[in-house]
Protein backbone atom coordinates (compact mmCIF):
# COMPACT_ATOMS: atom_id res chain seq x y z
CA UNK A 1 0.00 0.00 0.00
CA UNK A 2 0.62 3.33 -0.02
CA UNK A 3 -1.36 6.01 2.56
CA UNK A 4 -0.20 9.53 3.69
CA UNK A 5 -3.80 10.68 4.00
CA UNK A 6 -3.26 11.29 8.45
CA UNK A 7 -0.74 12.58 10.22
CA UNK A 8 0.53 8.90 11.71
CA UNK A 9 2.07 8.68 7.88
CA UNK A 10 4.65 6.19 8.78
CA UNK A 11 8.75 8.03 9.15
CA UNK A 12 6.24 11.34 8.49
CA UNK A 13 6.33 10.51 4.56
CA UNK A 14 3.49 7.06 4.27
CA UNK A 15 2.80 3.88 5.33
CA UNK A 16 3.66 1.42 3.54
CA UNK A 17 3.61 -2.55 3.49
CA UNK A 18 0.68 -4.96 4.54
CA UNK A 19 -0.39 -2.62 7.35
CA UNK A 20 -1.20 1.30 8.09
CA UNK A 21 -0.50 2.72 11.11
CA UNK A 22 -4.08 3.09 11.54
CA UNK A 23 -4.85 -0.90 11.41
CA UNK A 24 -6.11 -0.78 8.02
CA UNK A 25 -4.52 -3.89 5.73
CA UNK A 26 -3.32 -2.97 2.33
CA UNK A 27 -6.27 -4.82 0.33
CA UNK A 28 -8.65 -2.46 1.93
CA UNK A 29 -6.50 0.73 1.26
CA UNK A 30 -6.07 -0.42 -2.38
CA UNK A 31 -10.17 -0.85 -2.44
CA UNK A 32 -10.15 2.64 -0.80
CA UNK A 33 -8.16 3.82 -3.36
CA UNK A 34 -10.07 2.18 -6.37
CA UNK A 35 -13.39 3.43 -4.87
CA UNK A 36 -12.08 6.93 -5.03
CA UNK A 37 -10.94 6.32 -8.74
CA UNK A 38 -14.60 4.99 -9.97
CA UNK A 39 -16.39 8.00 -8.04
CA UNK A 40 -13.86 10.37 -10.40
CA UNK A 41 -15.43 8.30 -13.30
CA UNK A 42 -18.93 9.04 -11.90
CA UNK A 43 -18.18 12.54 -11.84
CA UNK A 44 -17.22 13.05 -14.95
CA UNK A 45 -20.41 12.39 -15.92
CA UNK A 46 -22.51 13.81 -13.30
CA UNK A 47 -20.70 17.14 -13.96
CA UNK A 48 -21.98 16.97 -17.77
CA UNK A 49 -25.34 15.58 -16.67
CA UNK A 50 -26.03 19.02 -14.29
CA UNK A 51 -25.20 21.08 -16.94
CA UNK A 52 -28.25 19.72 -19.19
CA UNK A 53 -30.46 19.82 -15.89
CA UNK A 54 -30.33 16.02 -14.97
CA UNK A 55 -30.19 15.96 -11.49
CA UNK A 56 -29.44 12.19 -9.48
CA UNK A 57 -30.67 12.37 -5.87
CA UNK A 58 -29.19 8.35 -6.00
CA UNK A 59 -26.06 9.33 -7.53
CA UNK A 60 -25.65 12.25 -5.55
CA UNK A 61 -26.06 10.22 -1.91
CA UNK A 62 -24.08 7.68 -3.14
CA UNK A 63 -21.19 9.90 -4.04
CA UNK A 64 -20.79 11.65 -0.44
CA UNK A 65 -21.69 8.07 1.62
CA UNK A 66 -18.93 6.43 -0.17
CA UNK A 67 -16.32 9.60 -0.03
CA UNK A 68 -16.64 9.53 3.73
CA UNK A 69 -16.61 5.65 4.42
CA UNK A 70 -12.74 6.60 2.70
CA UNK A 71 -11.76 8.26 5.41
CA UNK A 72 -9.36 7.26 8.09
CA UNK A 73 -10.18 4.91 10.73
CA UNK A 74 -14.22 4.87 9.29
CA UNK A 75 -14.41 1.45 7.78
CA UNK A 76 -12.11 -1.50 7.40
CA UNK A 77 -14.19 -3.99 5.76
CA UNK A 78 -12.92 -5.54 2.57
CA UNK A 79 -16.12 -6.69 1.83
CA UNK A 80 -17.97 -3.66 2.04
CA UNK A 81 -15.75 -1.97 -0.36
CA UNK A 82 -16.20 -4.56 -3.01
CA UNK A 83 -20.06 -3.51 -2.21
CA UNK A 84 -19.11 0.16 -3.23
CA UNK A 85 -17.41 -0.63 -6.36
CA UNK A 86 -20.16 -2.67 -7.57
CA UNK A 87 -22.26 0.29 -7.01
CA UNK A 88 -20.20 2.36 -7.74
CA UNK A 89 -20.44 0.80 -11.81
CA UNK A 90 -23.86 0.35 -12.18
CA UNK A 91 -24.71 3.76 -10.81
CA UNK A 92 -21.92 5.09 -13.22
CA UNK A 93 -24.05 3.24 -16.29
CA UNK A 94 -27.38 4.65 -15.19
CA UNK A 95 -26.00 8.35 -15.21
CA UNK A 96 -24.01 7.81 -18.76
CA UNK A 97 -27.48 5.94 -19.80
CA UNK A 98 -29.27 8.92 -18.95
CA UNK A 99 -27.20 11.33 -20.89
CA UNK A 100 -27.36 9.32 -24.16
CA UNK A 101 -31.10 8.53 -23.73
CA UNK A 102 -31.43 12.42 -23.92
CA UNK A 103 -29.09 12.10 -27.25
CA UNK A 104 -26.12 14.21 -25.50
CA UNK A 105 -23.10 14.24 -26.77
CA UNK A 106 -20.61 12.47 -24.20
CA UNK A 107 -17.44 11.54 -26.76
CA UNK A 108 -15.06 14.13 -24.93
CA UNK A 109 -16.10 11.56 -21.66
CA UNK A 110 -13.34 9.32 -23.07
CA UNK A 111 -10.57 8.67 -20.51
CA UNK A 112 -9.68 5.44 -18.66
CA UNK A 113 -11.28 6.99 -15.12
CA UNK A 114 -14.63 7.22 -16.63
CA UNK A 115 -14.98 4.02 -19.28
CA UNK A 116 -13.02 0.98 -17.14
CA UNK A 117 -14.92 -1.31 -15.99
CA UNK A 118 -13.50 -4.61 -13.62
CA UNK A 119 -16.09 -7.62 -13.98
CA UNK A 120 -14.41 -10.29 -11.37
CA UNK A 121 -12.28 -9.79 -8.45
CA UNK A 122 -9.01 -10.27 -9.74
CA UNK A 123 -9.30 -7.16 -12.30
CA UNK A 124 -10.92 -4.82 -9.57
CA UNK A 125 -7.73 -5.73 -7.29
CA UNK A 126 -5.70 -5.55 -9.86
CA UNK A 127 -6.63 -1.73 -11.30
CA UNK A 128 -6.25 -1.25 -7.57
CA UNK A 129 -2.54 -1.82 -6.69
CA UNK A 130 -2.15 0.11 -10.10
CA UNK A 131 -3.97 2.95 -8.27
CA UNK A 132 -2.06 2.13 -5.22
CA UNK A 133 -2.24 5.38 -3.24
CA UNK A 134 -0.40 8.23 -4.56
CA UNK A 135 -2.72 10.30 -6.41
CA UNK A 136 -2.33 10.73 -10.01
CA UNK A 137 -0.78 13.79 -11.53
CA UNK A 138 1.82 15.45 -13.82
CA UNK A 139 4.14 16.36 -11.28
CA UNK A 140 4.42 16.61 -7.40
CA UNK A 141 3.02 20.13 -6.45
CA UNK A 142 0.14 18.80 -8.88
CA UNK A 143 0.27 16.25 -6.76
CA UNK A 144 -0.05 17.79 -2.96
CA UNK A 145 -2.58 20.18 -4.43
CA UNK A 146 -4.82 17.51 -5.49
CA UNK A 147 -4.37 15.79 -2.13
CA UNK A 148 -5.09 18.74 -0.04
CA UNK A 149 -8.59 19.17 -2.69
CA UNK A 150 -9.53 15.32 -2.21
CA UNK A 151 -9.00 15.10 1.47
CA UNK A 152 -10.72 18.21 2.29
CA UNK A 153 -13.43 16.82 0.25
CA UNK A 154 -13.32 13.69 2.70
CA UNK A 155 -14.07 15.41 5.36
CA UNK A 156 -16.49 17.63 3.54
CA UNK A 157 -18.51 14.05 2.62
CA UNK A 158 -18.06 13.51 6.55
CA UNK A 159 -19.95 16.82 7.94
CA UNK A 160 -22.42 16.56 4.32
CA UNK A 161 -23.60 12.87 5.60
CA UNK A 162 -24.21 13.98 9.64
CA UNK A 163 -26.17 16.59 7.99
CA UNK A 164 -28.33 14.68 5.43
CA UNK A 165 -28.98 11.94 8.30
CA UNK A 166 -30.93 14.68 10.30
CA UNK A 167 -32.85 15.64 6.63
CA UNK A 168 -30.67 18.41 5.91
CA UNK A 169 -28.92 18.70 2.01
CA UNK A 170 -27.81 21.13 -0.41
CA UNK A 171 -27.38 20.29 -4.08
CA UNK A 172 -25.43 23.38 -4.29
CA UNK A 173 -22.69 21.10 -2.21
CA UNK A 174 -23.49 17.91 -4.03
CA UNK A 175 -22.66 19.83 -7.65
CA UNK A 176 -19.56 21.35 -6.42
CA UNK A 177 -18.31 18.39 -4.09
CA UNK A 178 -18.73 16.24 -7.98
CA UNK A 179 -16.89 19.28 -10.01
CA UNK A 180 -13.98 19.04 -7.80
CA UNK A 181 -13.50 15.19 -7.87
CA UNK A 182 -13.88 15.46 -11.77
CA UNK A 183 -11.20 18.62 -11.99
CA UNK A 184 -8.89 15.86 -10.53
CA UNK A 185 -8.44 14.37 -13.48
CA UNK A 186 -7.75 17.50 -15.19
CA UNK A 187 -4.13 17.48 -16.04
CA UNK A 188 -4.66 20.95 -18.34
CA UNK A 189 -5.08 22.42 -14.83
CA UNK A 190 -2.67 24.89 -14.06
CA UNK A 191 -0.78 24.88 -9.91
CA UNK A 192 -3.12 28.39 -10.01
CA UNK A 193 -6.26 27.11 -11.22
CA UNK A 194 -5.40 24.58 -8.32
CA UNK A 195 -4.83 26.27 -5.39
CA UNK A 196 -7.88 28.11 -6.37
CA UNK A 197 -9.77 25.35 -6.13
CA UNK A 198 -7.95 25.02 -3.06
CA UNK A 199 -9.68 27.85 -1.40
CA UNK A 200 -13.14 27.19 -3.32
CA UNK A 201 -13.10 23.62 -1.65
CA UNK A 202 -12.77 25.75 1.55
CA UNK A 203 -15.53 28.21 0.98
CA UNK A 204 -17.73 25.05 0.97
CA UNK A 205 -16.46 23.74 3.90
CA UNK A 206 -17.77 26.62 6.11
CA UNK A 207 -21.06 25.93 3.52
CA UNK A 208 -21.10 22.53 4.61
CA UNK A 209 -20.82 23.37 8.71
CA UNK A 210 -22.79 25.85 8.31
CA UNK A 211 -25.53 23.63 7.41
CA UNK A 212 -24.82 20.67 9.64
CA UNK A 213 -24.74 23.04 12.08
CA UNK A 214 -28.21 24.27 11.42
CA UNK A 215 -29.37 20.54 11.44
CA UNK A 216 -28.43 19.71 14.73
CA UNK A 217 -29.51 23.37 16.33
CA UNK A 218 -32.81 22.89 14.78
CA UNK A 219 -33.41 18.89 15.36
CA UNK A 220 -31.66 19.41 19.05
CA UNK A 221 -31.61 22.84 20.61
CA UNK A 222 -28.94 25.04 20.98
CA UNK A 223 -25.70 23.25 22.97
CA UNK A 224 -25.94 24.57 26.65
CA UNK A 225 -23.48 24.92 29.15
CA UNK A 226 -23.53 21.78 30.95
CA UNK A 227 -21.53 19.92 33.37
CA UNK A 228 -20.73 16.37 32.67
CA UNK A 229 -20.88 13.14 34.79
CA UNK A 230 -17.55 11.27 34.05
CA UNK A 231 -18.30 8.58 36.55
CA UNK A 232 -20.49 5.29 36.08
CA UNK A 233 -23.68 3.94 37.43
CA UNK A 234 -24.65 0.29 38.76
CA UNK A 235 -26.57 -0.51 36.00
CA UNK A 236 -25.19 -2.42 32.65
CA UNK A 237 -24.56 0.29 29.94
CA UNK A 238 -23.72 1.10 25.66
CA UNK A 239 -20.84 2.90 25.26
CA UNK A 240 -21.65 5.22 21.96
CA UNK A 241 -18.45 6.84 19.81
CA UNK A 242 -18.01 9.15 17.14
CA UNK A 243 -20.24 11.74 15.52
CA UNK A 244 -23.63 10.58 14.24
CA UNK A 245 -26.25 12.37 16.39
CA UNK A 246 -29.15 10.77 14.62
CA UNK A 247 -27.88 7.59 15.93
CA UNK A 248 -27.57 8.98 19.58
CA UNK A 249 -31.23 10.27 19.53
CA UNK A 250 -32.63 6.59 18.44
CA UNK A 251 -30.27 4.51 20.49
CA UNK A 252 -31.25 6.67 23.51
CA UNK A 253 -34.97 6.36 22.44
CA UNK A 254 -35.19 2.63 22.25
CA UNK A 255 -32.98 1.94 25.42
CA UNK A 256 -35.26 4.29 27.07
CA UNK A 257 -36.72 1.60 29.85
CA UNK A 258 -34.69 -1.34 29.18
CA UNK A 259 -32.70 -1.07 31.88
CA UNK A 260 -29.21 -0.67 30.02
CA UNK A 261 -27.84 3.16 30.38
CA UNK A 262 -25.99 4.95 27.26
CA UNK A 263 -22.94 6.93 27.61
CA UNK A 264 -20.60 8.58 25.24
CA UNK A 265 -17.32 7.83 24.17
CA UNK A 266 -14.86 10.69 22.86
CA UNK A 267 -16.38 12.68 19.93
CA UNK A 268 -20.00 11.59 21.00
CA UNK A 269 -19.46 13.96 24.59
CA UNK A 270 -21.03 16.86 22.79
CA UNK A 271 -24.46 15.27 22.67
CA UNK A 272 -24.36 15.24 26.62
CA UNK A 273 -24.98 19.24 25.44
CA UNK A 274 -28.01 19.39 23.74
CA UNK A 275 -30.96 19.61 25.33
CA UNK A 276 -33.03 16.95 23.11
CA UNK A 277 -31.17 14.35 25.21
CA UNK A 278 -30.90 15.76 28.28
CA UNK A 279 -34.84 13.95 29.23
CA UNK A 280 -33.06 11.03 29.44
CA UNK A 281 -32.42 10.05 32.76
CA UNK A 282 -30.62 6.48 31.54
CA UNK A 283 -28.04 9.21 29.36
CA UNK A 284 -25.13 9.01 32.35
CA UNK A 285 -22.31 11.09 30.97
CA UNK A 286 -19.30 10.48 29.49
CA UNK A 287 -17.29 7.20 29.53
CA UNK A 288 -12.99 7.18 28.97
CA UNK A 289 -11.38 10.09 26.89
CA UNK A 290 -9.73 10.41 22.98
CA UNK A 291 -10.57 7.92 20.43
CA UNK A 292 -6.95 6.44 20.79
CA UNK A 293 -7.01 5.38 24.19
CA UNK A 294 -10.38 2.76 23.19
CA UNK A 295 -8.16 -0.43 23.98
CA UNK A 296 -7.25 0.14 27.30
CA UNK A 297 -10.79 1.87 28.29
CA UNK A 298 -12.89 -0.27 26.52
CA UNK A 299 -11.48 -3.23 28.24
CA UNK A 300 -13.30 -2.12 31.70
CA UNK A 301 -16.46 -0.76 30.12
CA UNK A 302 -17.94 -4.15 30.20
CA UNK A 303 -20.74 -3.28 28.10
CA UNK A 304 -21.21 -3.08 24.14
CA UNK A 305 -19.76 -0.41 22.12
CA UNK A 306 -21.43 1.65 19.18
CA UNK A 307 -19.28 2.73 16.41
CA UNK A 308 -21.38 5.33 14.29
CA UNK A 309 -18.91 6.72 11.99
CA UNK A 310 -14.87 6.92 11.99
CA UNK A 311 -12.49 6.71 15.16
CA UNK A 312 -12.42 3.03 15.22
CA UNK A 313 -9.25 1.31 15.86
CA UNK A 314 -8.64 -2.48 15.23
CA UNK A 315 -9.45 -4.38 18.92
CA UNK A 316 -7.05 -7.56 19.45
CA UNK A 317 -8.82 -10.72 19.34
CA UNK A 318 -7.88 -11.76 23.03
CA UNK A 319 -9.30 -8.06 24.35
CA UNK A 320 -11.87 -8.78 26.38
CA UNK A 321 -14.16 -6.41 24.46
CA UNK A 322 -13.46 -7.97 21.21
CA UNK A 323 -16.93 -9.61 21.07
CA UNK A 324 -18.47 -6.30 21.66
CA UNK A 325 -18.00 -4.16 19.12
CA UNK A 326 -21.05 -2.75 16.82
CA UNK A 327 -20.44 -0.76 13.68
CA UNK A 328 -23.01 1.49 12.02
CA UNK A 329 -23.33 4.21 9.33
CA UNK A 330 -20.17 4.66 7.82
CA UNK A 331 -18.24 2.33 10.07
CA UNK A 332 -17.35 -0.94 9.33
CA UNK A 333 -14.83 -3.93 10.03
CA UNK A 334 -15.17 -7.30 8.73
CA UNK A 335 -16.49 -10.14 11.19
CA UNK A 336 -18.43 -7.14 13.92
CA UNK A 337 -22.10 -7.08 13.62
CA UNK A 338 -22.85 -4.23 11.36
CA UNK A 339 -26.50 -2.71 12.15
CA UNK A 340 -28.63 -1.69 8.80
CA UNK A 341 -29.02 1.99 7.67
CA UNK A 342 -32.30 3.06 8.36
CA UNK A 343 -35.19 2.53 5.84
CA UNK A 344 -36.48 5.96 4.80
CA UNK A 345 -39.06 6.91 7.50
CA UNK A 346 -38.16 4.42 9.95
CA UNK A 347 -35.28 4.10 12.61
CA UNK A 348 -32.42 2.25 12.65
CA UNK A 349 -33.22 -1.29 14.94
CA UNK A 350 -30.52 -1.08 17.97
CA UNK A 351 -32.26 -4.01 19.49
CA UNK A 352 -29.54 -6.97 19.11
CA UNK A 353 -26.85 -4.40 21.17
CA UNK A 354 -29.56 -3.90 23.30
CA UNK A 355 -29.97 -7.46 24.43
CA UNK A 356 -26.07 -8.01 24.04
CA UNK A 357 -26.10 -5.23 27.01
CA UNK A 358 -28.44 -6.55 29.44
CA UNK A 359 -26.54 -9.58 29.55
CA UNK A 360 -23.03 -7.37 30.59
CA UNK A 361 -21.67 -5.93 33.88
CA UNK A 362 -22.08 -2.29 34.87
CA UNK A 363 -19.08 -0.30 33.69
CA UNK A 364 -15.78 0.07 35.52
CA UNK A 365 -15.16 3.82 36.70
CA UNK A 366 -12.01 4.87 35.58
CA UNK A 367 -12.78 8.34 37.06
CA UNK A 368 -14.66 10.56 38.72
CA UNK A 369 -16.54 14.05 38.45
CA UNK A 370 -17.30 16.40 35.87
CA UNK A 371 -16.30 17.90 33.03
CA UNK A 372 -17.66 20.82 31.80
CA UNK A 373 -18.75 22.25 27.97
CA UNK A 374 -21.32 23.62 25.62
CA UNK A 375 -19.83 26.80 24.88
CA UNK A 376 -21.05 26.85 20.87
CA UNK A 377 -22.02 29.99 19.38
CA UNK A 378 -25.36 31.00 20.81
CA UNK A 379 -24.09 30.13 24.03
CA UNK A 380 -20.89 32.44 23.77
CA UNK A 381 -23.00 35.17 22.41
CA UNK A 382 -25.09 35.15 25.19
CA UNK A 383 -21.76 35.72 27.03
CA UNK A 384 -20.78 38.22 24.55
CA UNK A 385 -21.00 41.31 26.93
CA UNK A 386 -18.75 39.87 29.71
CA UNK A 387 -16.05 38.41 27.29
CA UNK A 388 -15.73 42.07 25.83
CA UNK A 389 -15.73 43.92 29.22
CA UNK A 390 -13.00 40.80 30.24
CA UNK A 391 -10.89 41.66 27.37
CA UNK A 392 -11.48 45.44 27.33
CA UNK A 393 -10.87 45.46 31.05
CA UNK A 394 -7.56 43.65 29.92
CA UNK A 395 -8.70 40.13 32.08
CA UNK A 396 -8.25 38.52 28.92
CA UNK A 397 -5.54 38.92 27.00
CA UNK A 398 -5.73 36.52 24.21
CA UNK A 399 -8.15 33.85 23.06
CA UNK A 400 -6.12 30.25 21.56
CA UNK A 401 -8.06 28.43 19.26
CA UNK A 402 -6.65 24.78 19.95
CA UNK A 403 -9.47 23.01 17.82
CA UNK A 404 -9.17 19.82 15.62
CA UNK A 405 -7.99 15.87 16.66
CA UNK A 406 -6.28 14.04 19.17
CA UNK A 407 -3.68 11.20 18.30
CA UNK A 408 -1.27 8.85 19.54
CA UNK A 409 1.81 10.54 18.88
CA UNK A 410 3.77 11.14 22.14
CA UNK A 411 4.54 14.67 20.86
CA UNK A 412 1.13 15.26 21.12
CA UNK A 413 1.76 16.01 25.04
CA UNK A 414 3.11 19.54 23.89
CA UNK A 415 -0.49 20.46 23.68
CA UNK A 416 -1.54 19.74 27.51
CA UNK A 417 1.76 21.49 28.48
CA UNK A 418 1.03 24.18 26.61
CA UNK A 419 -2.68 25.00 27.87
CA UNK A 420 -1.27 23.97 31.61
CA UNK A 421 1.49 26.23 30.58
CA UNK A 422 -0.20 29.84 29.13
CA UNK A 423 -0.63 32.87 31.42
CA UNK A 424 -3.50 33.20 33.62
CA UNK A 425 -5.32 35.48 31.27
CA UNK A 426 -5.72 33.51 28.60
CA UNK A 427 -8.72 31.42 27.35
CA UNK A 428 -8.62 28.33 24.95
CA UNK A 429 -11.27 28.18 22.64
CA UNK A 430 -11.54 23.96 21.69
CA UNK A 431 -13.55 22.11 19.39
CA UNK A 432 -13.01 17.88 18.35
CA UNK A 433 -11.29 15.75 20.37
CA UNK A 434 -7.64 18.08 20.59
CA UNK A 435 -9.76 18.95 24.07
CA UNK A 436 -8.77 15.92 25.80
CA UNK A 437 -5.55 17.04 26.17
CA UNK A 438 -6.15 19.21 28.59
CA UNK A 439 -10.35 19.57 29.19
CA UNK A 440 -9.18 17.97 32.66
CA UNK A 441 -7.24 20.19 34.10
CA UNK A 442 -7.50 22.61 36.21
CA UNK A 443 -7.26 25.86 34.71
CA UNK A 444 -9.56 27.74 36.56
CA UNK A 445 -11.75 31.08 35.15
CA UNK A 446 -11.75 34.47 34.39
CA UNK A 447 -14.05 36.57 36.40
CA UNK A 448 -16.52 33.36 35.95
CA UNK A 449 -15.63 32.37 32.26
CA UNK A 450 -13.62 29.01 32.16
CA UNK A 451 -9.97 29.01 30.32
CA UNK A 452 -11.45 26.05 28.29
CA UNK A 453 -14.55 26.67 26.13
CA UNK A 454 -15.55 23.59 24.77
CA UNK A 455 -17.67 24.08 21.50
CA UNK A 456 -18.40 20.33 20.40
CA UNK A 457 -17.23 17.97 17.80
CA UNK A 458 -14.62 19.07 15.51
CA UNK A 459 -17.76 19.84 12.73
CA UNK A 460 -18.41 22.89 15.39
CA UNK A 461 -15.22 24.40 14.96
CA UNK A 462 -17.92 26.07 12.88
CA UNK A 463 -18.97 27.77 16.52
CA UNK A 464 -15.30 28.93 16.47
CA UNK A 465 -15.84 30.94 13.29
CA UNK A 466 -18.53 32.63 13.90
CA UNK A 467 -17.70 33.61 17.26
CA UNK A 468 -14.09 35.53 15.62
CA UNK A 469 -16.69 37.10 13.41
CA UNK A 470 -18.62 38.14 15.84
CA UNK A 471 -15.63 39.82 18.13
CA UNK A 472 -14.47 40.99 15.15
CA UNK A 473 -17.61 42.93 14.76
CA UNK A 474 -17.87 44.04 18.48
CA UNK A 475 -14.97 45.12 18.17
CA UNK A 476 -15.54 47.14 14.70
CA UNK A 477 -12.06 45.59 13.03
CA UNK A 478 -11.51 45.04 9.40
CA UNK A 479 -9.39 42.02 9.33
CA UNK A 480 -10.41 39.03 11.15
CA UNK A 481 -6.43 38.77 11.71
CA UNK A 482 -6.83 41.95 14.45
CA UNK A 483 -8.34 40.05 16.57
CA UNK A 484 -6.59 38.74 20.34
CA UNK A 485 -7.13 35.20 18.57
CA UNK A 486 -4.27 32.68 18.13
CA UNK A 487 -4.27 29.29 16.57
CA UNK A 488 -2.57 26.52 17.47
CA UNK A 489 -4.27 23.65 15.80
CA UNK A 490 -3.59 19.71 16.21
CA UNK A 491 -4.67 17.76 13.01
CA UNK A 492 -5.21 13.82 12.59
CA UNK A 493 -7.41 13.19 9.63
CA UNK A 494 -9.22 14.28 6.53
CA UNK A 495 -12.32 16.26 8.73
CA UNK A 496 -9.36 18.81 10.10
CA UNK A 497 -8.12 19.28 6.61
CA UNK A 498 -11.25 20.74 5.55
CA UNK A 499 -11.65 22.63 9.01
CA UNK A 500 -8.19 24.00 7.85
CA UNK A 501 -9.25 25.14 4.45
CA UNK A 502 -12.42 26.50 5.86
CA UNK A 503 -10.35 28.80 7.67
CA UNK A 504 -8.25 29.85 5.14
CA UNK A 505 -11.08 30.83 3.29
CA UNK A 506 -12.36 32.84 6.26
CA UNK A 507 -9.18 34.72 5.97
CA UNK A 508 -7.54 33.63 9.21
CA UNK A 509 -3.72 33.43 9.09
CA UNK A 510 -0.86 32.43 11.07
CA UNK A 511 -2.20 28.83 11.92
CA UNK A 512 0.11 27.04 13.51
CA UNK A 513 -0.89 22.96 13.11
CA UNK A 514 1.01 20.12 14.61
CA UNK A 515 2.42 18.03 15.60
CA UNK A 516 3.64 17.36 12.65
CA UNK A 517 3.07 18.65 8.91
CA UNK A 518 0.89 16.82 6.52
CA UNK A 519 2.91 14.43 4.65
CA UNK A 520 1.21 15.18 1.19
CA UNK A 521 2.44 18.57 0.93
CA UNK A 522 5.11 19.39 -1.54
CA UNK A 523 7.98 21.24 -0.63
CA UNK A 524 6.89 24.05 -2.96
CA UNK A 525 3.13 23.37 -1.87
CA UNK A 526 4.57 23.92 2.02
CA UNK A 527 5.99 27.10 1.03
CA UNK A 528 2.78 28.58 -0.80
CA UNK A 529 0.86 27.90 2.37
CA UNK A 530 3.29 29.60 4.60
CA UNK A 531 4.44 32.78 2.50
CA UNK A 532 0.49 33.33 1.78
CA UNK A 533 -1.02 31.97 4.48
CA UNK A 534 2.01 31.97 7.61
CA UNK A 535 1.18 28.33 8.18
CA UNK A 536 3.64 26.96 10.48
CA UNK A 537 4.12 24.10 12.97
CA UNK A 538 5.09 23.94 16.36
CA UNK A 539 8.19 24.37 18.45
CA UNK A 540 9.08 23.91 21.69
CA UNK A 541 6.18 25.20 24.22
CA UNK A 542 8.25 28.05 26.14
CA UNK A 543 9.09 29.34 22.54
CA UNK A 544 6.17 29.25 21.47
CA UNK A 545 4.03 30.50 24.27
CA UNK A 546 6.44 33.67 24.16
CA UNK A 547 6.31 33.79 20.43
CA UNK A 548 2.14 34.29 20.78
CA UNK A 549 1.83 36.01 23.41
CA UNK A 550 4.51 38.83 21.67
Given amino acids: MFCYQCQEAAKGTGCTGAVGVCGVKDEVIHLQDLTVYILKGISLYSVKARENDIEDEEVNNFFFTSLFKTIT????????????????????????????????????????????????????????????????????????????????????????????????????IHAFVQKAVAALTNDEMTVEENIA??????????????????????TYG??????????????????????????????LKQTEGTGVDVYTHSEMLPANYYPAFKKYKHFIGNYGNAWWKQKEEFESFNGPILFTTNCLVPPKKDSKYFDKVYTTGAAGFD???HIADRKKGEQKDFSQIIEHAK??????????????????????????????????????KKFFVMAGCDGRMKGR?????????????????????AKYRYNK??????????????????????????????????FELNDINELPIEYNIAWYEQKAVIVLLALLHLGVKNIHLGP????????????????????AGIGEVEDDIKMFMN
Fill in 73 to 172: NANFSKDVFLKEINTAFILRDKIKNQLTAKGIDISDINHDTATWVGSTFEEIEAKALRVNGKIDAPNEDIRSLRALILYGLKGLAAYQEHAFNLGFEDNS
Fill in 197 to 218: LVMETGKYGVDVMALLDKANTT
Fill in 222 to 251: NPEITSVNIGVSDKPGILISCHDLKDMEEL
Fill in 335 to 337: GFP
Fill in 359 to 396: KCESPIEIEKGEIVGGFAHNQVMQLADKVVDAVKSGAI
Fill in 413 to 433: DYYTDFADQLPKDTVILTAGC
Fill in 441 to 474: LELGDIGGIPRVLDAGQCNDSYSLAVIALKLKEV
Fill in 516 to 535: TLPAFLSPNVAKVLVETFGI
